[in-house]
Each structure stands twice: as C-alpha cells, then as structure tokens.
C-alpha cells in the first residue's frame, strides 16, 4: 500500500494499524496525518508503548496518557479510582483519535485493558469506546517483555485487537537509499530468505571501529553489559561524584516488587559531563522515560540536564512511585529519575533512528533482538558490529505467519483504496468510492461486531473490512447478488447470508412490514 492510500484510510476516519518495514515511511505518514487531523478540528492524542518512541513522535507513553501506568491488573476499584479523575476523564472524552506508536512492544493485556478503560469512561459499546485507534508499528520488533510466561502476549493476540479488527495498512513503498546493503539484510530477515551473502554482509562490519574523535551509541543485549560500559565511562570522568539515594517508604512485601519494576537505580551516582536516560514521565511533559540528555549543573540541591533532542536545560528533582489502595498510598520509592546512558540495552533503543551505533549482538537471547538493534540505523556504513550469534538473526515464528496476513490483507485494501491527495500529487488510482454508504457499513460492522462476540471468534473471521466495504457500496439484495461479493462463499452465505440481506433490505427499503428477503 502506497503512502497516499494509507493517508485516505486515516483521513476516513478508519481505525488502522499502520506497519511496514524500516524506511517504509510509517512516522511520515503520522505527522502528515497528525498535522491534518489537527488542522480539520480533531483531538489527536500522540502516544507510544516507550518512553523514547513517545520522544520521537512528541507525545507521551501510552501508560501515561491513559493513566493505566504500571498496572496489570484492572479491578473493579481501579476502574472506580480512575474514572473519578476529572482530568484523565475529560482527556478520554475529548479525544477523537488515539495513536498508538511502536505498539508491538505493547502487551495484549494492556491493550485490552485500555479498552475495557475507554469503553467504561466513554460509556460507548464500541472497541475502545468508538475512538478512532491508529496502532501503528513493526510486528517484527521485540515482544513484548511477560514476567509471569515464557510466551509473548502479542498485542494482536488479545480479545481488544480482534474485536477492534483494525484495516492493516502495509506501507510497502521503500525510502531508504535503493543500493544501501542494510535494507537489504532487514528484508531478507522479514521474507525468511536470509542466507551466507547477507550473513557475510554483516560478517564485513564486525570489527570495524569509528572515526577517531567520534563516539556513536552503544547497544547491548544485557543489563550488565550495559552497567559496565556506564560505569567505567564515568569513572572516566575526573570532577567529583555527587550520589542520590533512593527513599524508600511502606512494608518491604510492596516495596521490593515496585523497586523491580522502576529503572531508577537505589543510587544514582552523577558527574558533569554523563549521558544520561530519564526513566520517568514528567507531569509537566518536560521529558519521558527515555529521553536522553547530559548533565551541565551538579552545584544545586539537584541535578539539571540539557535535553539531547532540544538543547533545554531542565533541574530533574526526586520522582515518586506508589503503590495504591483505596486512595491511600501503601508503598512509595522517591529517587532522581536519571539513569547513566552511554550505552543502553536493544529493548530500551525501541523507538530511536541513528546515524551510527556500536552494537554487540554477540550474546542475544531473544528472537528479533538483532532485527530490532540493525533496524535503528538508517544505513550500513553506520553500523560498528561488536559481535553476533545465532539469535541475532531469528525472528519470532508467530510474527511471520501474522504478517503474511496482514500483507494479503493490506493489498486487497489498496485495490479499493484511492490516494489521498495530502501531501501527494500522485493521480488517484482503484475503484471510486464514491457510491459507499457510510451508515450501512456502519450497520454491518455493528452486526459483524455483535455476531462475532457471541461466537467467542475474531471480527475478521465472520467477515473483513473490505468484504463489508463492498457490500455498502453494491447493495446486494438477494443471495445471487451477494455471492457475488468477493469473499462470500457457499459456506459463508449459508450461515449469516440471511441477516447481511436483512440489514441491508431494511436500511434501503425501511419498513416494518417487510418481511421477506428476497
């Protein structure tokens, strides 16, 4: 699907998820929707399942704006707790559409406890409370991390995707330099073609070291690699030390698991001149976890660190986390919320674009850790590979089987799809539109929605998006007529031809004495 055809869908108002490979244009694609969508009147909240991701497309982490936060549990009296928020309420009604960037670090359970959220404060039986949803991302990324199991919740495992059915828009245009190698590799990686040539391409920059004088970021698969890069980087450093311990307060059973949870370390030793990582959402939107920047000022009662993407110098006092329970805090962890950055781990790169990286990929322990370390870099000659194995290069079996999928289903989508012209002076190209009734497709997407929740099935497996475009736009009025529409085979019709006939007959021809369908 070309840039254009993504832009309509959006534009129309469709809930999509946005994909396609590194250098296909999926951020392009979100400003120049974020930049219309604002322009025409609409509440566009910008959001992404990491801090850095969130930095990227200036907005916040989606646990932050739905105020969700570390939870991953919803109870009844979280929902209480939550919708007495007149902020937090007004932010959910005022809203017309939420991105979500970056979604494939997002867990199915989150995703499906922000729709339970959204329809509970909207007070709308719709997926995530009739707001229209832009999940936007490379399945192809890390899954998301599971505590409690070994297997990944995929976000578009969970009940809130399916039932959602978002309209898959697979950028498949590329934009990246044509003879750059790196786009090469990443493709081979994506279709299963990999093989000894683009292994050896890989193989040739193993080794290679940067230009004196230039020091590009450090990419590590494990925490304590990454700890022993930054320690001895600061003690590189000759100024003096200034140290922030953290404060801890509430029974040791709810303060340990909430320390575990917070990259905040329980002390945080700092001098002038240290890169360092923001691991906290700011309330005044100052910075997000993941920000990066440098500390210039240690004479204070607290740090103040210049921002790497704005050149703003900001003092970083003590952040807290708590534990809640009926509006009364029960544990509560308050440290600076910095932590050293010049190398940081795969997982926490999610969301960022380099120039160069130094990466070691040499003890991956996870399928799709290399993909995502190489798919930071905008080209080749940028990448100084400290090592790799195995690992490095496998990718989740699950993902390949959901973007075939999603591929066959994004080109049927195209055919149906005009260019928008934002942004695009390409001529439109596909079938008009123009005959499509809005509220018909509506009708049906309802009955589909309905029927689908009573057989305990995904949307998509009682009927697609482009399947019930196409009757909104032919009309069937009889079961010759609506086989066919392509899609509806003998079995198909059989089982739910009678109420699609039924829905549309009624909406063109209302009458409460028509009964029958043919």
Same mark, same amino acid.
């Given at each position: ?66 105020? +969700? ?39 199915? %359970? ?7 959220? #959204? ?25 998301? +991390? %599971? ?38 590799? =990443?493709? #081979? ?94 309330? %005044?939107?100052?910075?997000? %976890? ?86 930071? =870099? ?16 496998? =990718?989740?079996?699950? +993902? ?104 549309? +007959? ?13």
């Amino acid at each position: 699907m070309r840039q254009a055809q993504a832009m309509t869908r959006l534009l129309a108002g469709d809930s999509v998820f946005l994909t396609g490979a590194p250098g296909s244009g999926k951020s392009y694609v979100l400003r120049q929707f974020i930049r219309v969508a604002t322009r025409s009147g609409k509440t566009v909240a910008v959001t992404a399942s990491t801090g850095i991701a969130a930095t990227q497309i200036g907005g916040l982490t989606i646990h932050s704006w739905s105020g +969700i936060g570390i939870r991953d549990l919803l109870r009844q009296h979280d929902l209480e707790l939550l919708t007495s928020k007149d902020r937090l309420v007004h932010r959910y009604l005022t809203t017309d559409v939420l991105i979500i960037d970056e979604v494939s670090m997002l867990s199915g %359970n989150f995703l499906s406890m922000l729709d339970r959220l #959204a329809r509970t404060i909207r007070d709308v039986d719709a997926p995530f409370g009739g707001l229209q949803m832009i999940l936007a991302g490379d399945m192809f990324q890390l899954p998301p +991390i %599971n505590r409690d199991s070994t297997e990944s919740d995929f976000a578009f495992h969970s009940a809130a995707w399916h039932d959602l059915d978002p309209l898959p828009c697979y950028l498949t245009e590329q934009y990246r330099q044509s003879d750059d190698k790196l786009a090469e590799v =990443l493709t #081979a990686m994506r279709d299963g073609s990999f093989g000894v040539t683009h292994e050896a391409i890989l193989s040739g920059r193993i080794g290679v070291e940067p230009l004196s004088g230039f020091e590009p970021t450090r990419l590590y698969s494990h925490n304590v690699d990454v700890d022993a890069m930054n320690a001895r980087r600061l003690a590189d450093i000759a100024s003096a030390p200034h140290t922030y311990a953290m404060e801890l307060r509430g029974p040791r059973a709810l303060v340990e698991p909430l320390q575990r949870g917070v990259l905040a370390p329980q002390e945080l030793i700092l001098k002038v001149g240290a890169e360092v990582m923001f691991v906290a959402n700011d309330q %005044n939107q100052r910075y997000a %976890n993941g920000t990066l920047g440098r500390v210039v000022d240690l004479s204070g009662a607290w740090p103040v660190v210049q921002l790497t993407s704005s050149q703003r110098k900001i003092p970083v006092e003590p952040h807290s986390w708590v534990v809640e329970e009926d509006g009364v805090n029960k544990a509560e962890i308050r440290q600076v919320p910095l932590r050293l950055a010049w190398a940081i781990t795969v997982h926490k790169s999610q969301g960022m674009s380099l120039d160069a990286a130094e990466i070691d990929l040499s003890r991956s322990f996870t399928p799709g850790m290399g993909y995502v370390a190489l798919s930071r =870099l905008r080209s080749l000659n940028g990448l100084y590979l400290k090592g790799l194995n195995a690992m490095a290069l496998q =990718l989740h079996p699950a +993902i390949f089987d959901f973007d075939v999928s999603i591929r066959q289903r994004s080109e049927q989508l195209a055919r149906l799809t005009q260019d928008s012209q934002v942004g695009n002076a390409s001529p439109p190209s596909g079938p008009d539109e123009t005959d499509l009734d809005p509220k018909l497709l509506d009708k049906l997407k309802a009955w589909r929605r309905d029927q689908a929740r009573s057989e305990g099935v995904p949307a998509y497996v009682i009927a697609h998006d482009i399947m019930l475009a196409e009757i909104a736009m032919r009309s069937p009025r009889n079961t010759f007529e609506l086989r066919r529409i392509k899609g509806m085979g003998a079995t198909r019709v059989q089982r739910y031809g009678d109420a699609i006939l039924r829905i549309v +007959i009624d909406h063109l021809e209302p009458s409460p004495t028509q009964n029958s369908l043919f």
